[in-house]
């Protein structure tokens, strides 16, 4: 079986907006994106973006997965635009980390100080105050979100021990694709726990509907397949959490400028109504309180593996791209595996750990890294650039205020590898485009 994978780094100034698909031999498709949004200042690139993106796609197309790294406006702001019903494209999976309420305060505060206009956003706002009802508007078939799990599990295919259950998940309710016209088949694998519901949410026209909501750990993962064959392409998320102390200091400075008990005020932001009144009328008291940790301060981030998964035999990729004005290839390589970090606070040496035992040989497989937080040097780990050793690295980013995306360290860490760092702007011209054909080998010990 062989199995193509295009993946395109778009445009979009400072944000980010990565979509990708997946074609088996037989035409059948697995579209996915991960991320979609932009700073304010760059709405116009970013709608011009979706808007190609959609018209390369065709009429009345579904997306079989949105990746939501976390809720920084800068990732989010276009889904309405990607989703609006009039573009008829439909989402059949939403998939984000489990965040708490904390998280989704701060990151409200956050562009509150640092992109103002965005708060006036009534989608961004919705989605800070009650997510399954922002993104039940969407029109999914279901919700994943997604937990960190067991630190002695890992990623599904990163280890060699079969370690995982070829039906999926036996501890939880299945979870599945669904079965549309020239669709891929996927399914959960992988060990970990989870539960499931149905949750209302209210339509823009004000009836009540229902949609699936599962959480589930993040060592389970989406796997892909076109049919029998030596590998699945598995979908393998990471959640890089909040550190807890950071997010009970930031709820104590919010409870003090509010004049209550930290307690008082953890019981008051369980109805979502309270929250929805302090998006609105209690801002000065959310940036009083983000001023406080705001240095320190990394909200949840999903980090994303996208590459194939070897069962028996191993696998062999044709690999050809373009970097801008650069292309290359086609080239045979064993490194096909493309890596997004989000947000994620990954200079930490103790959470960089994490990171690498989770994902363990996908790692060495991994052929695309996106640099965290934009190459942010706040976010950046030479030891863990240097372990990944990716042959492309991506910073998506542009100029905006006084930050420095990509940073000095970053790049200065990558060029010292020889390897190549590609900064995906606004300008169309910088962007990344990806086409991997990966099929099976024999098996070598047979």
């Known amino acids: ?27 059948r498709k697995f579209r996915y994106v991960y991320d979609c949004g932009a700073m304010k200042k760059y709405e116009t690139q970013r709608n011009a973006r979706i808007d190609e993106y959609l018209r390369a796609i065709g009429a009345n197309a579904e997306l079989d ?31 984000m980390p489990l965040i708490d309420v ?28 009650n997510p399954a009802n922002a993104l039940g508007r969407l029109g999914p078939r279901q919700l994943l979100f997604v937990r960190r799990g067991s630190s002695d599990r890992g990623a599904p295919g990163s280890r060699e021990e079969d370690d995982d ?25 992988g060990r970990g726990t989870g539960y499931e519901d149905e949750q209302p949410f209210i339509e823009s026209d004000g009836t009540e509907a229902f949609t699936h909501v599962a959480v589930v ?53 369980r109805d979502t109504a309270n929250i929805a009144d302090l998006l609105l009328n209690g801002v000065p008291d959310l940036t009083a309180a983000y001023e406080a940790v705001a ?32 292309f290359h290839g086609p080239t045979q390589r064993r490194e096909i595996g493309w890596l997004a970090t989000g947000d994620a606070a990954l200079k930490a040496k103790k959470r960089a750990a994490a990171f690498t035992k989770h994902y363990g040989s996908h790692i060495e497989n991994t052929g695309s890294l996106i640099v965290p937080h934009h190459g942010s040097d706040h976010n950046h780990n030479p030891e863990l650039v240097t372990k990944i050793d990716a042959f492309i690295h991506i910073a998506a980013a542009d100029a905006y205020s ?12 990558v060029a010292s590898m020889g390897r190549f760092l590609s900064v995906v702007t606004s300008n169309s011209e910088s962007e990344v485009e990806e086409i991997i054909s990966v099929r099976c080998l024999a098996n070598r010990n047979t």
Request: include cysteine; charged fraction near 25%.
């Open 65 to 95: 997965m949105l990746f939501i790294s976390h809720i920084h406006f800068d990732h989010i702001s276009g889904l309405e635009r990607l989703l609006d019903k009039t573009n008829r494209l439909t989402v059949d999976t939403i998939v």
């Open 217 to 269: 750990d993040d060592t389970l993962a989406m796997a892909i397949a076109g049919g029998e064959s030596c590998f699945e392409w598995v979908l393998s998320p990471f959640v890089d959490p909040t550190i807890q102390s950071k997010k009970d200091l930031f709820l104590s400075e919010l409870a003090l400028t509010r004049g209550m008990p930290v307690s008082d005020l953890k019981s008051w932001l």
């Open 102 to 129: 904390a998280d989704r305060l701060f990151a409200y505060a956050r562009a509150a100080n640092d992109d103002p206009a965005t708060i006036n956003d009534p989608f961004f706002r919705e989605l800070v105050s």
């Open 402 to 413: 006084k930050w420095k995306h990509p940073g000095s360290k970053v790049m200065q860490c």
């Open 295 to 326: 240095n320190d301060f990394n909200l949840t981030s999903l980090c994303l593996y996208s590459g194939p998964k070897a069962n028996e035999g191993s696998t062999e990729g044709v690999y050809l791209a373009r970097f801008g004005s650069y």
């Open 165 to 189: 259950d070829p039906d999926g998940p036996t501890d939880i309710p299945r979870v599945w694709g669904g079965e549309r016209a020239g669709g891929l088949h996927w399914k959960l694998i």
């Open 1 to 27: 079986m062989t199995l193509i994978n295009r993946r395109h780094q778009r445009a979009v100034g400072q944000g980010f907006f990565h979509t990708a698909e997946l074609e088996a031999e037989d035409g």
